[in-house]
């Protein structure tokens, strides 16, 4: 093997690692870019099956509002979903189309024909921490859900129709501090509240749509124009 091949090899190796850095370098900066940006969604959250909540180093959330009623049959695909605001300020998704907005963010949406509903899922589903704070993430959120007194929502950051996770509250209190604070005060959102630990499974919050929400729910507000 001459000099000149050697060289050719390194110098094809060397690409190669700038690439994959330039990738990685690439991905951190478009995700902080969105991150920054003063368009902040506020989406509900739906319990999980405990067996199937966390995996790995990630906490896989579920949206209570992922649900369109359409009568208009679409084609499997990636759309634009557009929001509309209810009086708490969560955002619920009100039409999909090809027109991006301020407000809109594109997700995959699949078509229902047995009853004219699209189901929309949403690329920001994952709140990454280490196995042993998932789990306690997870018992946080379910045990949170199952009290219909107190919140619980995804701080959504929107930006040229992507969307990034920015953080999970309860109650106005970032998760992760939650989740750091677990040892002292293991489930308690409240400081009235005492401190208790379950021995068997909870029932997770059932799933709703806004069309089968109470007639109560409060009134939305297009945020589309």
Known sequence: MNLNQINKKWIFFCLIVVAQFSLVFYTIYHYHSISNSETILKFRLQGYDPKDFFRGDYLRIRFKDNVIKTEQYVEDNQYYIHFKEDSTGCAIPDYFDNEQTEYSIQAKVRYYSFDSTANISYPFNKVWMNQEDCKKAERIINKTLRDNRKDAYALVAVKNGEGVLKDVEIEGIPLKKLVKDFDEEPLSLDPTEENTTD???????????????????????????
């Open 199 to 225: 021995s068997q499974t909870e029932v997770v919050t059932p799933f709703a749509t806004p069309d089968t929400l109470p007639n109560n729910t409060p009134q939305t507000e297009d945020l589309s124009n």
